[in-house]
C-alpha cells in the first residue's frame, strides 16, 4: 500500500478548505483517508499562521514510513523545515506560440537583421566614398574659383523633389544677388 501525505478539500463553493491527510495513493481525492494531520486555509492571508496547520509530529511519522507528499504539502513541509524543497518541475509551454508562428516570428526577425546590416553596410560604404569625393572636389573648386556644386550632381544621381527645390532657391537667391549687384554697380 503507498502511502500519500496530501490536501483532501472541503469547505462550499468558491470557499476551499483542505485538510492535509495520510491516504492510499489509490482512494479518491475528497474519499477515504487514514489520518489528519493539518490544515490548509487558502482563503488567509499568507502572514497568517493559521492558514498552514500541520502537527510535526505525526508528519515526521508518516514521513519515516514512506509516506510521499504531494508537490503542494511538500512545500508546507519545506517550510516547517521537515523536508528539503522539491525542485521545481518544467513549467508546461501552453502559453508559448505555437510551431508555425513560432517559425514566422523567426522569420521576422532573421528579415530584420538582414536589412539593419545591409543597411550598415551601405552606410559604412557611402560615408569613406563621400568623404573622399569632398577632399577632392575641394581644392579643384578653389582653384578654378568655380561655384561648389552638390556632389550628387557629379555623379549624376537623381535627385529627390526636396533637394531639386533646394537647388532652385539656392539658384534664384543667387540671381536675386546678382541682379542687385548689378544695380548697385550701375549707379
Same mark, same amino acid.
Given at each position: 500500500?503507498?502511502?500519500? %501525505?496530501? $490536501? ?11 485538510? =492535509?491527510? %495520510? ?10 483517508? %487514514? ?13 497568517? @499562521? ?5 502537527? =510535526?509530529?505525526? /508528519?515526521?511519522?508518516? $514521513?519515516?514510513?514512506?509516506?510521499? #507528499?504531494?508537490?503542494?504539502?511538500? *512545500? ?5 523545515? $521537515? %523536508?528539503?524543497? @522539491? ?9 508559448? #506560440? ?14 530584420? /537583421?538582414? !536589412? ?11 560615408? #569613406? ?7 577632392? !572636389?575641394? #581644392? ?18 537623381? !535627385? ?14 543667387? *540671381? ?10 550701375? !549707379?
Amino acid at each position: 500500500m503507498s502511502l500519500r %501525505i496530501r $490536501l483532501s478539500r472541503g469547505g462550499a463553493k468558491k470557499r476551499p478548505f483542505y485538510r =492535509i491527510v %495520510i491516504a492510499d495513493s489509490r482512494s479518491p481525492r475528497d474519499g477515504r483517508f %487514514i489520518e489528519k494531520i493539518g490544515t490548509y486555509n487558502p482563503m488567509l492571508k499568507k502572514e497568517n @499562521p493559521a492558514r498552514v496547520s500541520i502537527d =510535526i509530529d505525526r /508528519a515526521k511519522h508518516w $514521513l519515516g514510513v514512506g509516506a510521499l #507528499p504531494s508537490e503542494r504539502v511538500a *512545500k508546507f513541509l519545506a517550510n516547517a523545515d $521537515l %523536508i528539503k524543497l @522539491p525542485e521545481r518541475r518544467e513549467q508546461t509551454k501552453q502559453q508559448l #506560440p505555437k510551431k508555425k508562428a513560432q517559425e514566422r516570428l523567426e522569420a521576422e526577425k532573421e528579415a530584420l /537583421a538582414t !536589412k539593419e546590416s545591409a543597411a550598415e553596410e551601405q552606410a559604412e560604404e557611402k560615408t #569613406p566614398a563621400a568623404e573622399e569625393q569632398a577632399e577632392e !572636389k575641394t #581644392p579643384v573648386a578653389e582653384e578654378q574659383g568655380e561655384e561648389k556644386t552638390p556632389v550628387a550632381e557629379e555623379q549624376g544621381e537623381e !535627385k529627390t523633389p526636396v533637394a531639386e527645390e533646394l537647388d532652385v532657391k539656392e539658384t534664384e537667391s543667387e *540671381k536675386v544677388v546678382a541682379k542687385v549687384e548689378e544695380d548697385v554697380s550701375e !549707379k
